[in-house]
């Protein structure tokens, strides 16, 4: 087995994630990740702005492929090397798994637009390996590298997203070309950033027996966990059309800032609970409490504000589809809050490494929002889907909530102690 395998299953049964952010990388991830969500943040309102409902549908088809392949990838290889502490030398050889992952499935998405007849699609497929490179050189940097380097990339790839997306918003292109000038931008950033941190851009993959079914495992348990999310948005516009997807999109871009404060604060969350992992279980419940009504209170008045937006506002950052997303707007908004106890509860198995739990709960929940979100889709429209989505977000919230609750009380060190305590 490799030291590479070795050390990923160290990390997981005792995660050192808190002690790496609280060596002076967590203020340059927070920069890194506010700058990419600014970024995608213009890319989404120029592009729902310009298109029609069904153009909006096809462009967050495609843009979900992309979240979907760069989170694979990064589950089956990047993972390994940041488990694993190798300099960014020592993570050349993981580089060709990752163009290898994002070549075959650019090919098929790329196949698939042909098909189909989407631009956004085609666009994608194509720029997958540059785009897929340009994230793992960027979780390098921020896990073992210099963090300074993934902001300046961000910040040169954000600066592209504006000069593509200013043309578009003058009228002087379509909202395709704009997204062709993001992917594009991205994809010349990763090859670019690569070649000149020395790492291999070719496909191969460099890697034994062990290690190899080691990635397809982590492989599948992304897209059964996380990435179901965007395999159930794929589904939505197979069963319901486009046009449901474009809706639900136009009400996320809106929603865009709510988003972005609740990323932000999740990725604070495993270094404040780790500062209680040895107090008793009232301590740590109230402090996963105290934390979610932190988060809640930042979250929610921005989010009541963007439910509550006149319509001129509204009009004049989405144009003809803010009529569509208004109504979606209150459900959306109500999921994004939901969103907050489940990461609070997510955060606390991870710093209790609790692996196994999370896998399970996160594969039931997996497992049901594709069926859930379809038939809320296929029989009630983009009204029925946003239903959907909510009703997953609470049933998230309360399993990994309940999860990290009975975790806590079988953990319990003031219970341990009086256990022990002689009579």
Request: charged letters at 10%; one cysteine or more; aromatic letters at 4%.
């Amino acid at each position: 087995m490799t030291t590479a395998v070795r050390a990923r299953h160290r990390a997981q049964r005792n995660p050192s994630l808190a002690a790496r952010l609280a060596n002076g990388r967590a203020p340059q991830a927070l920069l890194v990740g506010g700058v990419s969500s600014a970024g995608n943040f213009l890319l989404a309102l120029t592009v729902t702005r310009l298109e029609t409902v069904d153009g909006v549908g096809r462009f967050a088809v495609a843009f979900s492929y992309y979240v979907l392949v760069s989170g694979l990838a990064r589950a089956m290889v990047t993972d390994s090397v940041l488990a694993s502490g190798a300099d960014a030398a020592a993570s050349a050889g993981a580089s060709r798994r990752v163009v290898s992952v994002a070549v075959l499935a650019g090919i098929g998405v790329a196949t698939c637009g042909l098909l189909t007849g989407s631009g956004y699609l085609l666009v994608v497929g194509v720029a997958l390996p540059g785009l897929v490179l340009y994230d793992f050189t960027k979780a390098i940097s921020l896990g073992v590298g210099r963090p300074r380097l993934a902001a300046v990339q961000e910040t040169c790839w954000a600066v592209a997203t504006v000069v593509a997306a200013v043309p578009g918003l003058l009228g002087l292109v379509s909202p395709l070309v704009v997204f062709a000038g993001w992917a594009a931008g991205g994809a010349l950033f990763g090859l670019v950033v690569a070649r000149r941190r020395g790492h291999r851009v070719t496909p191969g993959w460099p890697a034994d027996r062990t290690e190899s079914r080691l990635a397809a495992g982590f492989g599948v348990q992304f897209l059964v966990t996380t990435g179901s999310a965007q395999l159930a948005l794929t589904a939505v516009a197979g069963l319901a059309g486009t046009a449901v997807v474009g809706a639900l999109s136009a009400g996320r871009t809106i929603l865009g800032p709510v988003n972005l404060v609740v990323a932000t604060a999740s990725t604070l969350l495993l270094p404040y609970l780790a500062r209680t992992r040895a107090a008793t279980r009232a301590v740590r419940t109230r402090a996963a409490i105290r934390l979610t009504g932190l988060v809640a209170a930042g979250a929610a008045p921005l989010a009541l504000a963007v439910a509550l937006l006149p319509d001129r506002v509204g009009g004049a950052l989405l144009g003809a589809n803010w009529a569509v997303a208004r109504v979606l707007l209150p459900a959306l908004a109500v999921e994004s809050l939901l969103a907050i106890p489940a990461a609070v509860g997510y955060a606390g198995l991870r710093i209790e490494g609790a692996s196994g739990r999370a896998v399970l709960a996160g594969g039931l929940l997996g497992v049901l929002r594709v069926p859930v979100v379809v038939a809320g889709a296929v029989f009630l429209g983009a009204a029925g889907a946003a239903g959907a989505l909510v009703a997953m977000a609470l049933l998230s919230a309360v399993v990994w909530g309940r999860s990290y609750h009975l975790l806590l009380r079988r953990h319990d060190p003031g219970r341990t102690t009086l256990a022990a305590r002689p009579a």
